[in-house]
């Protein structure tokens, strides 16, 4: 494979896309894994999803602006019931966060069992079109990973639950449009998982993890013709796995 100037033009978007998610996901995933709420991304990023395809089934304007609002205010009304769940029964709080996951899922499916495109659409939201992300939809995302990203490290110390379910809910709003929600997902807990042990620079490696991980995905993938979602899960799978892997070896007795 060449790196033409129209396989280039197609890429850099991509990636850019992909350092984008990765910029407001992996403090915010470090976090989810230490409070042990690993699924909480996969159900705020379904209801949101629910959003858009409400919005949709209502006849709304797909790109328009009452779309995002449909699915900011599905992602916030979630995070909101799970903050409210996580103080009234923080013990099951993730068998909650199961529930809601699979009841978003269903409905998403009966709102679009009588769409003719609605393979095609839960498809989108399920593995999304990094590949051909739209070069004039990244300032504003820009902006909004940037603006997270300043919060976050900001007031990370001043931000109580709430504060924190509302963060999460509008970072993963955005993101599950541009990427679709298995790359929100793999975003958000591989490069934590995968630095778990590290005990220097976790957050630059995590940061490595992630980027490596959507190159690498994303070059094999127009070189092999295959789905540049799917392929960025597993590149950054496998790197996690080593990176895991040698983390913990270096820690286990007599290593």
């Given at each position: ?8 033009g ?5 990636f850019?896309?992909?350092l ?6 992996v403090?915010l ?38 779309v995002?609002?449909?699915?900011l ?5 979630c ?7 996580e ?34 659409h839960?498809k ?6 990094i590949?051909w ?13 940037g603006t ?9 110390e ?24 298995y ?10 998982l995968a ?15 992630g980027?490596a991980?959507?190159?690498l ?15 960025i ?23």
């Amino acid at each position: 494979m060449t790196l033409d100037s129209g396989i280039f033009g197609i890429l850099w978007p991509a990636f850019a896309a992909g350092l984008l998610v990765t910029l407001t996901h992996v403090p915010l995933g470090m976090q989810v894994l230490k409070r042990g709420i690993v699924f909480i991304d996969l159900a705020v990023a379904q209801v949101a999803g629910l959003g858009v395809m409400l919005a949709d089934f209502l006849g709304w304007e797909p790109a328009g602006a009452a779309v995002q609002v449909a699915a900011l205010s599905a992602a916030l009304s979630c995070a909101l019931l799970l903050t409210w769940t996580e103080r009234r029964w923080p013990d099951v709080q993730e068998a909650v966060i199961g529930v809601v996951f699979v009841l978003a899922s269903s409905a998403a499916v009966l709102l679009l069992a009588k769409n003719p495109h609605g393979g095609e659409h839960l498809k989108e939201l399920l593995i999304g079109e990094i590949l051909w992300v739209n070069p004039a939809r990244l300032p504003l995302q820009a902006l909004i990973a940037g603006t997270i990203f300043v919060f976050w490290f900001g007031l990370r110390e001043r931000l109580g639950r709430s504060a924190f379910y509302v963060l999460f809910a509008c970072a993963v709003t955005a993101s599950v449009q541009l990427v679709g929600l298995y790359l929100v997902f793999i975003t958000l807990v591989v490069p934590a998982l995968a630095t778990w042990y590290s005990s220097r620079q976790r957050a630059l490696k995590a940061y490595l993890i992630g980027s490596a991980g959507y190159a690498l995905g994303l070059v094999v993938s127009v070189a092999a013709d295959l789905p540049s979602g799917s392929m960025i899960v597993c590149a950054m799978t496998a790197i996690g796995i080593v990176v895991f892997a040698t983390s913990a070896r270096a820690l286990a007795p007599g290593a």
